[in-house]
């Protein structure tokens, strides 16, 4: 597996509480993202990095904020935890835009109660 | 945005046969196809992956192909093994009207299921 760790692996917060995940990576790979993952949804996009301080917004970004302060670490945000945000989150990063080959992370079970 | 769909969401085959796992695609612009197989309760694991300028990749027991015109990829497992049950992904990057940064839509998954 490609050094990419998670952190908390689990978690179980109350609605309205603040909660970040975070992403921590040793490929020195330009590109992270986050993702969720929801029985019958597959793997959704909620935010990516493409840069040090560059990030965007992905299909399913309500609800939730991310930084990058350096190239190993992408945190991801959830201001006031809701029980639709209950799921796996999954971080990964590739190495560059041509490439595109994503190695994922081992996840982080989340549940708000 | 982009859609990918994916077919069938269940598969069951017995040991030795061959499985097929279909994806459509919307987004023309489309350009890096990657399979990622699943283990219950694991990460994501990249196991084959396609560009738009190939037609078809082997690796071992897995190919893939790409169809460009119809928009539309396959992944082939042959000679299957109860270890190769897990649950499927297709992907495919959208480029939302400008640089794509490798952003993936995947498809809902196929449980795959090798009995021995």
């Known amino acids: 597996d490609a050094g990419i760790t998670q952190s908390p692996r689990h978690k179980v917060t109350e609605t309205g509480t603040p909660v970040t995940l975070r992403c921590h990576q040793t490929?020195?790979?330009?590109?992270m993202y986050w993702y969720r993952q929801d029985p019958g949804h597959g793997l959704r996009l909620i935010h990516y990095?493409?840069?040090?301080?560059?990030?965007d917004k992905g299909e399913v970004s309500d609800g939730y904020s991310v930084s990058r302060s350096k190239t190993e670490d992408f945190l991801l945000t959830l201001e006031s935890a809701t029980s639709s945000q209950t799921s796996v989150y999954f971080c990964?990063?590739?190495?560059?835009?041509?490439?595109?080959?994503?190695?994922f992370g081992p996840g982080t079970r989340l549940t708000v109660t | 945005g982009e859609n990918v769909e994916q077919h069938p969401s269940t598969l069951s085959v017995q040991e030795g046969d061959s499985a097929v796992i279909k994806c459509t695609y919307s987004d023309s612009a489309s350009n890096y196809f990657p399979w990622y197989k699943q283990e219950l309760g694991k990460r994501p694991q990249l196991i084959i992956d396609i560009r738009s300028n190939v037609g078809e990749k082997k690796d071992q027991r897995i190919a893939v192909t790409l169809n460009k015109t119809a928009k539309h990829f396959s992944l082939h497992i042959t000679e299957t093994q109860p270890e190769d049950s897990a649950v499927y992904f297709c992907a495919a990057t959208f480029n939302a009207g400008g640089t794509s940064y490798g952003k993936l839509t995947f498809g809902q998954g196929t449980i795959l299921t090798v009995h021995p």
């Open positions: 490929e020195n790979h330009r590109y």
């Open positions: 990095s493409y840069g040090v301080k560059d990030t």
């Open positions: 990964a990063i590739s190495g560059d835009g041509y490439s595109y080959e994503q190695y």
